[in-house]
């Protein structure tokens, strides 16, 4: 499909994209992914850093071509007069602007919300840091490995026995992404649609390390009331049993029994169902105080038999189970397969890409990935020209004076 004729329930709605890494990068793409009008821009010489992370193709990083999709890349520098007022002239017509500097950068080249407000009074400022925007730490830079550690997740995250365990991905920052993205929709709701439909726009202030830290429900109920400090419990779960990974004869699987009824179907399913009636075992609050005995006598079961047979298995008494696919096994899944989760698109420097389609699926209005992460600069005629009117002479000077 073309960039020229967006599609998907964003459709019209226009983001001008200021940030860089991950945080930014992530909600401005899930936008896009649906339909928003992103224009990202970065400065001419010193580019987003994750067009450098590999893995490379043909000189090219793949996770670039991945978080840069479906957008329009324009190049320019924002620190000399005549970039901050193009970044201006870009603002006057946006319906929300993302920015992911250190709190203090965009005052410092007098694009302060008070400035966007001047051009666009109902503009939405989406600003994501470390820290956020106030606090005593709020003028420290911040990434999302910090933010994991800080949030509390790191402290629960592994074995017992173990030190606190960091995510393999960058999870702070997705997760941030996500709360941008969905409090971006709760301003435009407010200004455009609500009850009150104020027609004004307002500031959304979001940290690294507070979207994590809400994730954890009940837990500062807990220490209130109770004083107690969650700690590691490997992939058990503290609140519910059985729930982890169970060895089989040839690899793993993943099992979750929450619910007492689950809980049930699993014991007739493993040839135990007298143990539904084992003092030990009859609640989920007895199973989680015995919940080493449980996943013992699950895995003594789950280890003489191949994953295959195990699954089906529980599936025919319909327990939760699922294999633990690693992306190769991925690529041969037919769940994902029949959901089209991987998509197939054409892209000028690395040729043929395979890359995750859009999440969720829309009946009448779905998201799209129209191309991958686009070179730098490369919509730079086009939204000049056709946003802010500029002749090829008055482009040809920016150039020259190393403004874009």
């Not at 000399?80 to 410092?108: C, H, I, Q, T, Y």
């Not at 009331?225 to 089989?248: A, F, I, L, M």
């Not at 004869?249 to 493993?270: P, T, W």
Request: proline share 6%; charged share 30%; hydrophobic share 35%.
């Amino acid at each position: 499909m073309s960039t020229d004729s967006p599609s998907g329930p964003l459709a019209g709605l226009n983001v001008v994209d200021f940030s860089s890494m991950i945080s930014g990068g992530f909600a401005t793409m899930t936008l896009a992914d649906f339909g928003a009008d992103v224009v990202k821009i970065e400065h001419p010489e010193y580019t987003d850093p994750l067009r450098d992370w590999p893995p490379m193709e043909n000189g090219t990083s793949l996770w670039w071509k991945s978080i840069g999709r479906n957008k329009q890349c324009i190049t320019l520098d924002l620190k000399s007069d005549d970039g901050r007022e193009m970044a201006l002239d870009l603002v006057e017509e946006a319906d929300v602007v993302f920015e992911n500097f250190r709190p203090g950068k965009m005052e410092e080249w007098d694009l302060a919300y008070d400035d966007l407000k001047e051009v666009n009074e109902d503009v939405i400022f989406v600003r994501i840091s470390g820290y956020g925007q106030t606090g005593p730490m709020s003028h420290k830079p911040g990434f999302g490995t910090v933010a994991e550690a800080m949030s509390g997740w790191a402290h629960v995250n592994g074995f017992e026995d173990r030190e606190p365990l960091l995510p393999p991905i960058s999870l702070a920052d997705l997760v941030a992404a996500l709360y941008a993205v969905q409090s971006t929709m709760f301003a435009i709701f407010e200004r455009d649609v609500g009850a009150n439909a104020s027609g004004e726009g307002q500031v959304i202030d979001v940290s690294l390390y507070e979207p994590l830290f809400r994730l954890f429900i009940g837990d500062v109920e807990a220490y209130d009331k109770t004083d107690k400090v969650p700690q590691r419990t490997g992939n058990s779960h503290p609140n519910s049993s059985p729930r982890g990974v169970y060895e089989t004869e040839d690899g793993y699987i993943a099992l979750s029994a929450s619910a007492q009824a689950i809980f049930e179907r699993v014991m007739h399913a493993i040839g135990r169902p007298e143990l539904i009636e084992d003092e030990r075992f009859e609640t989920n609050e007895d199973r989680v105080e015995h919940a080493d005995e449980i996943d013992a006598i699950i895995e003594a079961w789950t280890s003489q038999r191949p994953t295959e047979e195990v699954i089906e298995i529980m599936d025919e008494k319909e327990a939760i189970v699922g294999p633990i696919n690693d992306i190769a096994d991925i690529f041969e899944d037919e769940q994902f397969q029949a959901r089209d989760d991987i998509i197939e698109i054409e892209d000028e420097d690395v040729g043929s890409l395979k890359t995750p389609n859009t999440v969720p699926k829309f009946s009448r209005t779905p998201g799209d990935v129209s191309h991958a992460g686009p070179r730098q600069g490369e919509h730079n005629e086009r939204i000049y020209r056709e946003r802010l009117d500029l002749s090829e002479e008055e482009l040809e000077e920016l150039r020259e004076k190393e403004v874009i």
